[in-house]
């Protein structure tokens, strides 16, 4: 078994490509894509803790995340249609109705 | 094992309220939908008369994942409070706006379940869970109103950040599930007294990601940006309820979190707690000066306020969380108030939220003009309203727990507050030709709701005491 550490050097390198995503992508669905890459490297590192720590705990949590991601998503996606309805575009840069 | 559900039954009948109001909107016809208050009214108060009747009992369920103590019935009481008020200052506002009623009520009774559970938890995914059934919510009623663009705007920005900020949350949690093993918070409590040197980089960083995720849904400084667009673009009452419920919610959170079970960490985050609540209130007095708009201004100030909140965290301990609890019910009387007073402007299409647009309120609309003095002056911290004496509870636990500082800059800051909020007072009976204000035969709900939050503004600063006896039980029924 590889050790705990690549794992968790693994998903904290997802996390971070993540991260990455929804700073610097322009398109509302790309976005959405990076924190749900956000959310599933933290299912990663749920998974890699209860296997190193024996304990079902985090497996049991990773069902809970999922469900949350896809709630989410269904959220983040009605949204984006009720937006695009009203600009014909998904460009966060033409989000100037209200001042950032 | 018998599984104990008494710690359940407010949340339960929240929920069972919800569900019969979506169900019951399919069935009834649109002039009817009058009947869909009264359930969610009538559901919200069984859930309040059970609290009450719960309350001081100790008890846990689903081994002590959730817990009924003091701290959670109060917040218990203050969300049931809040959703009441914020359906009472929506009724009018829905069906101008084309909002789906049925819909709007259950989403709020929803979220509100979601805080209830936030407040209760004993254990960090229970904890997220309360916190996304919460934030979901509160993301669809920012962008109901889906015929105005810049609803969808602040439901986008509003979901992006907040989702964004539970990825962080969330890694920290699995990070503290690591070096803990466990998410449950009495167990990283104890694995916390047992030793110092395993996986202590691997906690640092989980509290570390957990303190930055509760921070953004609190909104201090640097993490608001979101706040004043997100509250400019929802619909009026959504803002009141975000600006009280939701920060409410996530103090209940970080008291239990951070206060109680994570109290042996104290010495590592007091001190980017304390920067935090003075680039908070600071940065949010500042920028609330400069705005043109009152809903915004308003906006700015909750930012201010919250900052005000982290002085009492920071200051920990009986009399912080005294404090806390306290202020957090003052915060909710004046801040439903004005943006109920706010809500009372608007006329059609026309929201009516600049300072000009309160011109000559207090005359045309004296008990409007009299009732956003209060607020204001309350809002400002001016005694005898219960602003004046949450301050001064806050900045007095500050000075006990040695943080004398922050007390001073504190009580600055409320100082550079009032200058924003007395405009308002003096366009409203110094100038002319504002806004005409619904009269009182149109909009009778919200009228009620505004009246409650004068009696809270000014029970709470009169006459203090039961309130604060009541705050210290809460508080104290952690320990």
């Not at chain 2, 919510?137 to 992006?160: D, P």
């Not at chain 2, 951070?258 to 007095?285: C, H, R």
């Not at chain 2, 949450?390 to 007095?396: I, M």
């Amino acid at each position: 078994m590889a050790p705990l550490n690549y794992y968790l050097v693994l998903s904290a390198i997802i996390f971070a490509i993540g991260v990455a995503g929804v700073v610097i992508r322009r398109n509302f669905i790309v976005i959405l894509l990076s924190i749900e890459l956000m959310l599933n490297a933290v299912n990663l590192t749920f998974i890699a803790f209860a296997r190193y720590l024996g304990s079902m705990e985090g497996q049991v949590i990773v069902f809970f995340v999922m469900t949350v991601a896809a709630a989410e998503a269904v959220v983040g996606l009605a949204i984006i249609i009720s937006i695009f309805r009203h600009r014909r575009s998904l460009d966060p840069r033409e989000m100037q109705l209200l001042k950032w | 094992m018998e599984t104990n559900l008494a710690p359940l039954l407010p949340s339960a009948e929240v929920v069972l309220t919800a569900l019969s109001v979506l169900l019951l909107d399919l069935f009834i016809r649109k002039d009817e939908k009058g009947l869909l208050v009264w359930i969610s009214l009538i559901g919200l108060a069984l859930a309040g008369g059970m609290a009450l009747f719960l309350w001081g009992s100790h008890e846990g369920a689903f081994q002590d994942s959730i817990l009924l103590d003091d701290f959670a019935l109060f917040f218990t009481e203050l969300f049931l409070g809040a959703a009441a008020i914020t359906i009472l200052s929506s009724v009018h506002y829905v069906r101008e706006t084309n909002i789906h009623e049925g819909e709007f009520y259950a989403l709020v009774l929803l979220s509100t379940f979601g805080m209830i559970l936030m407040a209760a938890a004993n254990d960090l995914i229970l904890f997220f869970l309360g916190l996304e059934t919460m934030s979901i919510g509160v993301y669809i009623l920012t962008g109901m109103w889906r015929e105005r663009s810049q609803a969808s705007e602040a439901a986008m920005k509003y979901f992006l950040i907040g989702a964004f900020a539970t990825g962080f949350l969330l890694y920290g949690i699995a990070l503290i599930y690591g070096a803990a093993g466990s998410t449950h918070l009495g167990r990283i409590a104890s694995a916390l007294g047992q030793t110092k040197s395993h996986g202590s980089i691997i906690l640092s960083a989980g509290v570390f990601l957990l303190f930055v995720g509760l921070a953004f849904k609190v909104a201090a400084v640097p993490f608001h940006f979101w706040v004043p667009d997100v509250y400019d673009g929802a619909p009026t009452p959504v803002s009141a309820f975000m600006a009280v419920a939701v920060k409410a919610a996530a103090f209940a959170g970080w008291a239990r979190i951070f206060l109680y079970q994570l109290s042996p960490l104290q010495s590592e985050w007091t001190l980017p707690l304390k920067a935090l609540a003075i680039l908070t209130m600071t940065v949010g007095n500042l920028l609330a000066i400069s705005q043109s708009s009152v809903k915004r201004m308003l906006a700015y100030s909750s930012i201010a306020h919250a900052g005000y909140l982290l002085i009492a965290l920071v200051a920990g301990g009986e009399s912080g969380g005294q404090a806390l609890l306290f202020y957090l019910l003052s915060y909710a009387a004046m801040t439903f108030g004005a943006f109920g007073v706010l809500i009372a402007l608007k006329e059609g299409e026309n929201d009516h939220e600049a300072y000009s647009d309160f011109a000559g309120l207090g005359f045309k609309r004296p008990f409007l003009g009299m009732a956003m003095s209060l607020f204001m002056l309350s809002l400002a911290g001016f005694p005898p309203l219960a602003g004046f004496t949450g301050k001064f509870y806050l900045f007095r636990s500050a000075v006990v727990a040695g943080h004398i500082d922050l007390a001073i800059i504190g009580a600055l800051n409320s100082l550079l507050s009032v200058v924003y909020y007395l405009r308002v007072i003096v366009m409203m009976y110094m100038e002319e030709g504002g806004a005409e204000g619904k009269p009182f035969a149109r909009a009778p709900y919200l009228y009620l709701a505004i009246a409650i939050a004068v009696l809270g503004t000014v029970y709470l600063g009169v006459l203090p005491a039961p309130a604060l006896d009541l705050s210290r039980i809460s508080f104290i029924s952690l320990h």
